[in-house]
T-cell receptor, first 113, second 112 residues
């Protein structure tokens, strides 16, 4: 069922600035939190994920932080570039099945030169 | 190259018709999934399959059917019982629970 909330729905930043997208989840048993990037007309692509046994993970300009107590996790993009413009989705395990993923409603990120 | 292929890219359906969307993967993944994407709604789970010959309903399964006769294939049929089928349909696969998905490029279905 619906158990992932994502904010903001749109985000506009200038090139070189940082962007932060936040998600909250409801099932305290959730243990896997991926982030996807979707470009127009294409399928989403996995960009980074984190498991519940760590609090932060970095991959070049992208990082994800997890706060299990507060049940939220965030995507951080530093030194943004125009090619970062896309829709970003967070996800967490479906509370009904515990198997498939539930996705947030997405954040449309626009990076202006 | 390993990947997941959806076909066709665009599909038009008349009122009252059933249509089948194809999804094939050569990643040797056990699990496969179907999601529907509508503007502003994110991705909603239609059906998923953990293993061959087994599948489970997702949150919005009404009006849809699937089969999983082969590991590589997970076709989705949109039946005439689905009252609002116009959407972007995404197929995905994964090694199993707790692992990232590989998505196909999607099928855009329009009712005419």
């Amino acid at each position: 069922g619906e158990n992932v909330e994502q904010h903001p729905s749109t985000l506009s930043v200038q090139e070189g600035d940082s962007a932060v997208i936040k998600c909250t989840y409801s099932d305290s048993a959730s243990n896997y939190f991926p982030w996807y990037k979707q470009e127009l007309g294409k399928g989403p692509q996995l960009i980074i994920d984190i498991r519940s046994n760590v609090g932060e993970k970095k991959d070049q300009r992208i990082a994800v932080t997890l706060n299990k107590t507060a049940k939220h996790f965030s995507l951080h993009i530093t030194e943004t570039q125009p090619e970062d413009s896309a829709v970003y989705f967070c996800a967490a395990p479906n509370s009904n099945s515990g198997y498939a993923l539930n996705f947030g409603k997405g954040t449309s990120l626009l990076v202006t030169p | 190259d390993g990947g997941i292929t959806q076909s066709p890219k665009y599909l038009f359906r008349k009122e009252g018709q059933n249509v089948t969307l194809s999804c094939e993967q050569n990643l040797n993944h056990d699990a496969m999934y179907w999601y529907r994407q509508d503007p502003g709604q994110g991705l909603r789970l239609i059906y998923y399959s953990q293993i061959v010959n087994d599948f489970q309903k997702g949150d919005i399964a009404e009006g849809y059917s699937v089969s999983r006769e082969k590991k590589e294939s997970f076709p989705l049929t949109v039946t005439s019982a689905q009252k609002n089928p116009t959407a972007f349909y995404l197929c995905a696969s994964s090694v199993g629970a707790g692992y990232g998905y590989t998505f196909g490029s999607g099928t855009r279905l329009t009712v005419v």
